[in-house]
């Protein structure tokens, strides 16, 4: 069984930045790709990026590049979101997802993992 715990989210200003943390806790053979996902009020939830833990393989969907990264942090056993120049389209629910794949191609596809976190809410004015 593996539990998600997402924090860090609030409310600020446009250009300001967050940082989102996932900890990741239960057994590590049972994943070793993590995700997050936000979906906005009347949306659809949509792929934000993903990292492949063992090799600290990161991917940001192009649209955020530049301005999301993804990091970890194995004292914490965390995953963390950072985002920086925020704009009001960034406010959503943030959501960090784990699974298990068998090589560093961690997906972008929801129903590809089985443990989600609670999520976390970010708003931009």
């Known amino acids: 069984d593996v539990q998600l715990v997402e924090s860090g989210g609030g409310s600020v200003q446009a250009g300001r930045s967050l940082r989102l943390s996932c900890v990741v806790g239960g057994y590590f053979g049972n994943w070793n790709c993590v995700a997050w996902f936000r979906q906005a009020p009347g949306k659809e939830r949509e792929a934000v990026g993903r990292?492949?833990?063992?090799?600290?393989?990161?991917y940001v969907v192009g649209s955020l590049k530049g301005r999301f990264s993804i990091s970890q942090d194995s004292a914490r056993n965390a995953i963390d979101l950072q985002m920086n120049n925020l704009a009001p389209e960034d406010t959503a629910m943030y959501y960090c997802?784990?699974?298990?794949?068998?090589?560093?191609?961690?997906?972008?596809?929801?129903?590809?993992?089985?443990?989600w976190g609670q999520g976390t809410q970010v708003t931009v004015s």
């Open positions: 997802a784990a699974g298990r794949r068998d090589s560093d191609k961690c997906s972008l596809i929801q129903s590809d993992y089985d443990n």
């Open positions: 990292i492949w833990v063992p090799g600290n393989y990161v």
